[in-house]
């Protein structure tokens, strides 16, 4: 069974990633249970390059294969803000319902036509033998005007899709059409070409 080491401290991403590469039979372990400590500073200036970069720290410390995921909200109306700076968007201290509140006022005179976002996620995985294989999807929607829903984590609950927020979805249903859904599927969907280098 292949063993792959997720570099992220986000538990609702190591969630997701144990969720559609398991039944895959692949191993996936946290960074905590591989033995690796401390944090990795996201200096890139993409999602892949901040990707990368996670996913190398993690395989030089560990020696284990390692993927990382970069991803991000990226809203029209705030010209592709947060984007790579979601997560540090307002302040790393600002916890996410600041955060989706911060972006709300922002856009409280922003009509519906014009509310169009993405969430962008870039994955890397470094091989065995140190190797970068990268990919990158998004999926389209929009910024309600609202929190809705129990579910999911950060943006989630103000980002919407046909009606519903990422936060109302079931699991399933948003691993079907979530950008870390989509690029994981072709993760998967290319291992076994990557595996046999």
């Known amino acids: 069974m292949q063993t792959i080491v ?18 895959f039979g692949l191993s996936v ?26 996913a190398r720290a993690v395989h030089a410390a560990i020696g284990l294969p390692a993927i990382a995921d970069d991803s991000g909200l990226c809203i029209d109306f705030l010209g592709g ?16 319902d600041q955060k989706r ?16 976002a993405r969430f962008v996620a870039a994955l890397a995985f470094i091989d065995a033998h140190g190797c970068c294989h990268s990919f990158e999807e998004a999926c389209e929607g929009v910024i309600g005007h609202r929190d809705a829903g129990s579910g999911g ?10 009606g519903r927020s990422f936060a109302e979805l079931s699991a399933d249903e948003k691993d079907k059409i979530s950008h870390r859904g989509k690029a994981l599927r072709a993760f998967v969907a290319a291992l076994p070409r990557i595996l046999q280098k």
Do not use: W
């Open 6 to 23: 997720v570099a992220s401290h986000n538990p609702g991403k190591l969630i997701e990633f144990r969720r559609i590469l398991e039944p």
């Open 29 to 54: 372990l946290s960074m905590a249970e591989a033995g690796f400590k401390g944090d990795i500073a996201e200096e890139g200036e993409s999602f892949s390059e901040n990707a990368e970069l996670k």
């Open 81 to 96: 803000r947060p984007g790579v700076y979601s997560a540090r968007y307002l302040g790393e201290e600002t916890d996410y």
């Open 101 to 116: 509140a911060g972006i709300l006022t922002e856009m409280q005179n922003c009509p519906d036509p014009q509310r169009t």
């Open 153 to 162: 984590f950060g943006y989630d609950p103000i980002f919407y899709v046909e």
